[in-house]
């Protein structure tokens, strides 16, 4: 297996360096799923499993190996598999805040709940295409959410509106999106139709890595297939009234193209709980920002203030309401995150390291 097809360049050849001393093999993470790994390395593809030692000196789920990846294994031939001793530094990495899987409740119509942590969703990417669909799915606040995120990450985001023929509001939808990423592509495109997909071309380069983020049914697995040239990913039936299906992918993949580059696969996420700070809210905010500048006073609270200039930009609509309701939220949600964030490292002494390695039964913080 070339590993430069893979995406293997100088800045983890350099971070490679201490390990190849070990005789250690690099590898990158294909597919996770429950806890087993895939992985790609100069043996070809190969199941791959976690020594021992890294999980007894790894805690937190961001230290775990992600898709995309690069990790350094050592080969045990006879049993035909892996055994991943390290991660490399990533060059960069999408996540969110650890989905809670009980026990969730509203804080000021914030999502509370579950542990304060990172979950890493896909590493090492060039761009990531947030995924949206012109039909019922269709919605501004979401698509909001993920670009905070994908500004966390480091990476360029690119959005993508699916199912074009099928939507008769297309242009009014792709300019109120336009309307909240500024500077951000956004092309629509109909997979089923095969209309406006050469903008993938540029993207999709030998060893270039992009990762697709979106709802379930918006159309990610049905781009993989179309560039793959084949049915690979799964489908089942959307509605018995339209006959019509949607792929479901159900862990994340890593996915080789013929074109040379890569696709990472996601399962649509129910939940996208941010993960960052201030500063990627208010890029993605540019507008409000800019407004807030305008006002008369420094400390403006945007309510009944003189000279507000966030509060005529809502009376005369140059500002719509929900636009800035869903800043305030997402600040808000920010804010409650650090809190917790510093909460969670106090608690994270000797004693709570030693019991965050119970996969099972943790409280939140």
Sequence with gaps: MDLQQLGWDDFFQDRYQEYQKKGLLPARIIAQQK???????????????????????????????????????????????????????????????????????????????????????????????????LDNDFNLRRIERYLTLVYNSGTLPVIVLNKLDLCKMADDYIQQVKEIAFGVPV?????????????????LDFGKTVAFIGSSGVGKSTLTNYFLGEERQKTKVLSEATGKGRHTTTYR???????????????????????????????????????????????????????????????????????????LKQMAEIERLEEKKKLFDKRLSGKERLRLKIKHGRKGI
């Design 35 to 133: 806890g087993q790994y895939q992985v790609y390395c100069v043996e070809g593809e190969l199941p791959a499993q976690l020594a021992g030692k890294f999980s007894y000196h790894n805690t937190l789920q961001k230290q775990y190996p992600a898709v995309g990846d690069w990790v350094v294994v050592r080969l045990v031939k006879n049993y035909q598999r892996v055994f991943i001793q390290g991660v490399l530094e990533r060059k960069n990495y999408f996540s969110r805040k650890l989905p809670i899987s009980g026990g969730r409740k509203l804080n000021k119509g914030i999502i509370d709940g579950g542990i304060t942590e990172e979950q890493v969703i896909a590493a090492n990417i060039d761009t990531v295409f947030i995924i949206s669909s």
């Design 187 to 203: 092309y629509p495109i109909s997979v089923t139709q095969k209309q406006g997909l050469e903008l993938f071309a540029s993207y």
């Design 253 to 327: 993949e890593l996915i080789i193209l013929p074109s040379g580059g890569m696709v990472i696969d996601t399962p649509g996420m129910k939940e996208i709980q941010l993960w960052g700070g201030e500063e990627e809210v208010k890029r993605n905010f540019e507008d409000v920002i800019n407004l807030a500048k305008l006002c008369k006073f420094n400390d403006c609270r945007h309510d009944t203030e003189p000279g507000c200039a966030v509060n005529q930009a809502l009376t005369d609509g140059r500002l719509s309401r929900e636009r800035y309701e869903s800043y």
